[in-house]
């Protein structure tokens, strides 16, 4: 099973920008379709973004798109989520996930659909 960890949280002014990445083990990287997902606190964790295998799909959740950019770099073992215009309602704990195959037909994704996930990384966006 993959590991992950994530990095690069932290505070920002609300309009800032933060790149979070995600670290996988193992030599099958690439056999794994990935994902962000975030939650706030009392509430549960939601989808924000998607990516196949191969990069060839990509899905975000509506509140993020045109903001974030989800990247990978399957010879690196990384996955990326570059969030730009941040708003204080991106405000929580992020966290990467793994799913061993593909993505489905779907455009998205819940928990039970990933069977890897990191610790999580505090993002804190001020007003």
């Known amino acids: 099973q993959v590991q992950l960890a994530e990095s690069g949280g932290g505070l920002v002014q609300a309009g800032g920008s933060l790149r979070l990445s995600c670290a996988a083990s193992g030599r099958t990287f690439s056999s794994y379709a990935m994902g962000w997902f975030r939650q706030a606190p009392g509430k549960e964790r939601d989808f924000v973004a998607a990516?196949?295998?191969?990069?060839?799909?990509?899905y975000y959740a509506d509140s993020v798109k045109g903001r974030f950019t989800i990247s990978r770099d399957n010879a690196k073992n990384m996955v990326y989520l570059q969030m730009n215009s941040l708003k204080p309602e991106d405000t929580a704990v992020y966290y990467c996930?793994?799913?061993?195959?593909?993505?489905?037909?779907?455009?998205?994704?819940?928990?039970?659909?990933?069977?890897?996930w990191g610790q999580g990384t505090q993002v804190t966006v001020s007003s």
């Open positions: 996930a793994a799913r061993w195959g593909n993505l489905g037909s779907g455009s998205t994704y819940y928990t039970p659909d990933f069977g890897s």
């Open positions: 990516i196949s295998r191969n990069g060839g799909r990509i």
